[in-house]
């Protein structure tokens, strides 16, 4: 049975309706997501923050299933690459509207059913491709599902709906990527990996400043992981909006 099954012994939840389980720090999975979010935190004019807590998301059975079958499938097909040339599975980050507090504390463990409160539509029903820039638009790989191990790059598609939230919550994501395609430059017709591959990471350098992998398959992605971190506004930050207000105090032309 799968880990992150809600039928699995394991995953007791402090009610039927919940479906986060908070991690304690000595959980072997805890300081594996929080070495990723710490690691993969890389804008230097993002003072890193500070990470609050972590919960596990248990999904029905019948929902895994998909994505298991589609990960059993990419592994049997891709078994002639070099096992060094092949992820079937690696732990992403996605960032998206929350309009409710999950995650807020270790109560907050029950979905919403706000519309506009993506993040629990998605812990609920997982991703949907049709659904692909519905938020800004501009998809860089085409219509597909976007993450990335550069977790301050999904910070930056954060937003807190609702003025009672502090933290802000990072979704980490199960991705199969299979055999991916690197790829340096834009190609916003795709709708589907290159013949061959799985997936398609963008490589910075050219059109992107930071990594990010996109899967065309609703099955080979399912959330797996909320992180919850504070959303103060860093030390960094705040002195270079300093700066920036004391600049247009002296630039702003005196009243005649």
Known sequence: MDEFSAENPVNETSSRYARLIPLPKTDPNYEKVSSLFRKGWKHPAKQPPQLCAI???????????????????????????????????VLLFHGTNR???????????????????????????????????????????????????????????????SQDAIM?????????VGRPKRMLRNAVHLKAPPYGFHSVIGVPGADLNYEETVVYSNDAIRPSYLVAYDSSVSALEERRR???????????????
Request: a positive charge; glycine letters at 4%.
């Open 55 to 89: 919960f596990k998301i248990v999904s029905p059975g019948s929902a895994l299933q998909p994505f298991l079958d589609y990960k059993s499938i990419v592994s049997k097909a891709s078994s002639w690459n070099a096992p060094s040339e092949l992820d079937s599975e």
């Open 99 to 161: 309009a409710c507090l999950l995650g807020e504390n270790l109560r907050n463990v029950v979905l919403c059913n706000l519309s506009e409160c993506y993040l629990c539509t998605i812990i609920r029903e997982s991703y949907a491709i049709e659904k692909c820039g519905s938020k800004h638009g501009f998809t860089r790989f085409g219509t597909g599902i976007y993450t990335s191990a550069c977790s301050s790059k999904a910070d930056d598609y954060v937003c807190n709906k």
């Open 168 to 176: 802000r919550v990072l979704l980490v994501n199960r991705v199969v």
């Open 242 to 256: 300093r700066r920036v207000a004391l600049l247009r105090l002296f630039t702003t032309p005196l009243a005649s």
